[in-house]
């Protein structure tokens, strides 16, 4: 008898116009992703890919988010991820529900430092990306008053001939010009909260 994981019952974590996160529901530690509509070419197929490819590379997944295998659910085949919690157990808050507070108390204080390794680490392991945003980030708390940012989402490549899938100097290439645009867009989207325009000014200094 083939083995199917129901998911009418389990909480959607979060939605795109391309897929549905939900908890896991027998694993309070992993999620699920499901494509809204599945096929050999999705996003969530790319994305797997790659992170078998960096597997296959020894890459550290401590800022990524790692991939654990395959399930059939009763919404189509469904991808098993880490759900990133922070130390109290709490799910970790995306980066942009950090940045979008107007209290700058609100953000964490090594906020901008968990972007800059991030940065760093993406760079230097060549974690190509179909685009960077704030929302496919998390700010995990592993201590109090002490996190790092974990890529959760957006693994990918969407080039026409995806050379930096095998390069990681083009990959590095890639995701310089990625990250300009991502720091533009953060001053686009938050230039008005002064804390914000440091933290990019932060990441563009130490990169």
Known sequence: MEYILFLHDAEPIGEGGWRVCYHHPLDPDKCIKVDRIPNKMSVTIKEVRLLKRFYSRGVSFDLITRYYGQVKTDKGPGYIFRLVRDYDGRIS??????????????????????????KRFMLSEGIIVGMLEDHNMLYQYIASGKGRVVLVDGVGNHQFLPVANFFKSAARRVLKRKWKTFECQLLSDYGHNEHVVRIVENIRGAC
């Open 93 to 118: 808050r995306s980066v942009q529900y950090y940045l979008e507070k107007k209290n700058e108390t609100a953000i964490p204080e090594d906020l901008s430092q968990g972007l800059i390794e991030l």
